[in-house]
T-cell receptor
């Protein structure tokens, strides 16, 4: 089956620093990848959609200068949280879309900003 | 119009019982309705999905019932097991391949 990995699985950083999260589709090429944020006991909220080789499309209310997304290849997308603050602490999940438009989710990255 | 409403928020079922989770949507442009299962600290995993031209889909103990006219769909878990205890999300996909998720249902199956 389609496998999506994320790295790191968890990260703790200090306020003001930047953190990069990688999302990889391991056994298929994903023209589109999605980034979600999930707060405890809440649903997944789409942050942005990224297509390989083009700029990401951000959802309303998501700061594009704070959450930098790069989709450099058909198997890799990265999310960089810049100048992180405690309120950015959350569970970040990516998904990758197959050619049949099915989305497969990564295992998530737990970010804690102290 | 993009909202997907899910109920109940939490559900407790005895082992062997039937778990039923319901979702409703407004946007008739949605073309694909997946259900995801999520365990704590993990990403969602696709469980089963249905397209609006089908009224029911069954895979093992999991069944989706779809009512296009009512704009509602539901997940039935037959013979529920303690290992089914997780959070379940319904979702709806638009033509742009974007998913809108329901609020989630925390299912606990008691032994």
């Amino acid at each position: 089956g389609a496998v999506v990995s994320q790295h790191p699985s968890w990260v703790i950083c200090k306020s003001g620093t930047s953190v990069k999260i990688e999302c990889r589709s391991l056994d298929f090429q994903a023209t589109t990848m999605f980034w979600y944020r999930q707060f405890p006991k809440q649903s997944l909220m789409l942050m942005a959609t990224s297509n390989e080789g083009s700029k990401a499309t951000y959802e309303q209310g998501v700061e594009k200068d704070k959450f930098l997304i790069n989709h450099a290849s058909l198997t890799l997308s990265t999310l960089t949280v810049t100048s992180a603050h405690p309120e950015d602490s959350s569970f970040y999940i990516c998904s990758a879309s197959t050619a049949a438009y099915e989305q497969y989710f990564g295992p998530g990255t737990r970010l804690t900003v102290t | 119009q993009q909202q997907v409403k899910q109920s109940p928020q939490s559900l407790i079922v005895q082992k062997g019982g039937i778990s039923i989770i319901n979702c409703a949507y407004e946007n008739t442009a949605f073309d694909y309705f997946p259900w995801y299962q999520q365990f704590p600290g993990k990403g969602p995993a696709l469980l089963i999905a249905i397209r609006p031209d089908v009224s029911e889909k069954k895979e093992g103990r999991f069944t989706i019932s779809f009512n296009k006219s009512a704009k509602q769909f539901s997940l039935h878990i037959m013979d529920s097991q303690p290992g089914d205890s997780a959070t379940y999300f319904c979702a709806a996909r638009n033509a742009g391949n974007m998913l809108t998720f329901g609020g989630g249902t925390r299912l606990m199956v008691k032994p």
